[in-house]
């Protein structure tokens, strides 16, 4: 019970966490426009909201890399003689 109860509750605060970062990232940007060019500053805003994806990405390659005793995709078998005729 007491697992369903914190699955409940992190599904409750990720959603507005995530607005409120999604709000702060924008409100940046509007105000960086101030100080530099529009152009720019949405270059960086599409480059700040695009760090997490590549993140996990980097992860998922990483451990794919170096996880092949668990199962994971590894380089294949040497190749052995051929099959007798």
């Known amino acids: 019970m007491a697992n369903l109860a914190s699955s409940a509750w ?8 995530m607005l409120l970062s999604a709000f702060l990232v924008a409100w940046g940007a509007e105000a ?3 100080l530099i060019s529009q152009g720019l ?7 700040i909201q695009t760090l997490p ?6 992860v998922i390659a990483w451990q794919a890399g170096h996880d092949t005793a668990a199962g994971g995709a590894g380089p294949p078998p ?4 051929p099959p007798p005729p």
């Open 10 to 17: 992190s599904a409750l605060w990720t959603f507005p966490s």
């Open 32 to 34: 960086a426009q101030f």
């Open 41 to 47: 500053a949405l270059a960086i805003l599409a480059w």
């Open 53 to 58: 994806e590549f993140a996990v990405e980097a």
């Open 78 to 81: 040497p190749p052995g003689p």
